[in-house]
């Protein structure tokens, strides 16, 4: 598969987007952040499955990805290594497979770049930036 070359914007628009993400669910009261974020990263998990290029194998991935979204539920940790396998997925597809978006040949290199950034606020136990996101001790 042919990798299109990388400009700026590829790397940034990511990383902006990423950081937008976390300062609008870090406002979320809990548990709501916890559940919404589990049922996305749940969500993320079937991305690839309608052409992803990999033919049966993609299947391989959601069953996997579906179970650390469940994990999720109870744990941020959970959520942020779903998002890390998301990843993971994402450069194989940026390298081996077909694009997330067929119209942006480096959408899945881009979604790489924001699933890796919003997985290390999960991983960090998704703290609220604000008194209005937090509540109970209980919430990771």
Known sequence: MHNPPLQVADYVGPVVGAVVFVLIMARVREPARRHFNAIVVAGSAGA???????GPWE????????TAA???????????????????????????????????PTSSFGCMIFDAVIALWFLAGA?????RGATAATSR
Do not use: T
């Open 48 to 54: 690839y499955l309608s052409g992803g290029g990999f």
């Open 59 to 66: 299947l391989l991935y959601a069953p996997a990805g579906l």
């Open 70 to 104: 469940y994990l999720g539920l109870r744990s941020y940790p959970m959520i942020g290594l779903a998002w890390l396998m998301h990843a993971g997925w994402d450069v194989l597809h940026h390298f081996y497979g077909n694009a997330i978006w067929p119209f942006m």
């Open 127 to 131: 703290p609220a930036l604000s008194s």
